[in-house]
């Protein structure tokens, strides 16, 4: 049985996560299992996720998925090297994954290679890594010039979030030495955060600004119908939208009790820790204090993980790989995979909350910080009679035992 590997998301799931299932369903093979490594309740862009992961990992089992899984949630806020390490790692590490399939938009499998071989030219960017963030630049850009000035065409890739990513995954497949065999498939519809839909493949962000302003009945035409019922549902349950402005008086109460130094812990002992700190005293809202904290070398989505890291207290020290295997929902093929996964994966596995108090000692304490974070996430539900805690002991996977797509 072939199983690919995919790091996902889908927040929420929309007509562009089928489009790539079914592109890599059509290379594969119909038989073909899918393991999604899923992000938690929080996203890379620094946020909450606008719907609660199970219901995330249900829609994506009803619409092809076999199998997810939760990405570790230090890995959930880092930026691509971090989240793709974590995501890389944990596929790794369930030792029956056969390949990876990602969607790129240069979807060039060499030169995708080629440009993360650049990137880690045994430290020879170094020097005009760190003149090139001297001068404002963020990291991002800033490795993006220095493998232009060796490669033009391998350094253009940065300039495309979804290329960044590629990049990152096959660095850590690389670094792994890891036999998971990638695929590049070429994203398809809206770019990574436009507001306008194309042939019907909407940008997660702009389905995310739907729902904030209320319009759900917007999103039915760009979600597959089986995302789009278990968003209606859980939408009617006051389960969703999730909001981070719900948060806002909790997350500045405590923002304003940390120094310049407790925020460095938190990943950013580069000087932003000080234009963080002036920001949270002076402005009175999370949005307010990131616009003004943001620079060309301080990228909005870092400022927001930073933060989000300091209110859950989630150092930075905390590596992005994964101490356990959290299982999200369960698709057609998921039994068949979960028993292999048994055989070959070194990891502790929970599917059932039972098995998170079975735990050893030594991974207690990530255990502790996965389920406050989810106590802090279900604050923002819009249901005043949901905000309850302890959900991380309590729910259990979806079970689909077939696609209705």
């Not at 059509?26 to 393991?35: E, H, I, S």
């Not at 300039?159 to 590049?184: C, H, R, V």
Request: aromatic share 6%; glycine share 8%.
């Amino acid at each position: 049985m072939k199983i690919c590997g995919i790091i996902a998301e889908y927040n929420p799931f929309h007509n562009g996560h089928l489009h790539h299932l079914a592109q890599t369903r059509a290379l594969l093979g119909p038989d073909t299992a899918f393991v999604c490594a899923m992000s938690s309740n929080y996203v890379q862009r620094g946020d909450l996720a606008i719907l609660e992961k199970y219901h995330r990992a249900n829609a994506a089992v009803q619409c092809g998925a076999d199998l997810v899984v939760e990405m570790p949630l230090s890995a959930c806020l880092w930026s691509a090297s971090g989240f793709a390490w974590g995501g890389i790692s944990l596929l790794h590490a369930l030792g029956c994954v056969t390949h990876l399939s990602f969607g790129a938009e240069q979807a060039d499998l060499a030169l995708l290679q080629r440009a993360s071989a650049l990137s880690r030219a045994d430290g020879s960017h170094a020097q005009s890594l760190r003149q090139a963030m001297a001068g404002g630049l963020s990291y991002a850009a800033a490795m993006q010039q220095a493998v232009q000035a060796t490669d033009p065409a391998a350094g253009a890739l940065f300039a495309s979030p979804n290329n960044t990513l590629a990049i990152e995954y096959l660095s850590a497949l690389d670094t792994l030495g890891s036999a998971i065999q990638p695929l590049a498939i070429p994203r398809a519809g809206s770019a990574h955060d436009s507001d306008t839909p194309q042939d019907g493949l909407p940008s997660a962000s702009y389905l995310r600004s739907l729902l904030a302003r209320g319009e759900i009945d917007a999103c039915r035409a760009l979600m597959p119908p089986a995302s789009f019922a278990v968003l209606q549902q859980a939408t009617q349950q006051g389960e969703a939208p999730v909001l981070r402005a719900a948060l806002d008086t909790a997350m500045l109460a405590h923002l304003r009790r940390l120094t310049p130094a407790d925020l460095a812990g938190y990943g950013c002992s580069d000087g932003l820790e000080y234009r963080l700190w002036e920001a949270i005293r002076d402005q009175t809202s999370f949005a307010a204090v990131c616009t003004a904290a943001q620079t060309r070398r301080y990228p909005l989505a870092r400022v927001r993980r930073v933060l989000l890291r300091a209110w859950l207290g989630l150092p930075q020290s905390i590596p992005p790989e994964g101490r356990y295997v959290r299982v999200l929902a369960i698709g057609p093929r998921g039994r068949a995979v979960l028993r292999r996964m048994k055989e070959t994966c070194p990891l502790p596995l929970i599917v059932k909350p039972v098995a998170s108090r079975a735990l050893a000692d030594e991974l207690q304490p990530a255990l502790a910080r996965d389920a406050l974070a989810d106590d802090l996430y279900a604050l923002a539900y819009p249901q005043p009679a949901l905000r309850v805690g302890g959900g991380h002991f309590r729910k259990t996977p979806y079970f689909c035992e077939q696609t209705t797509e």
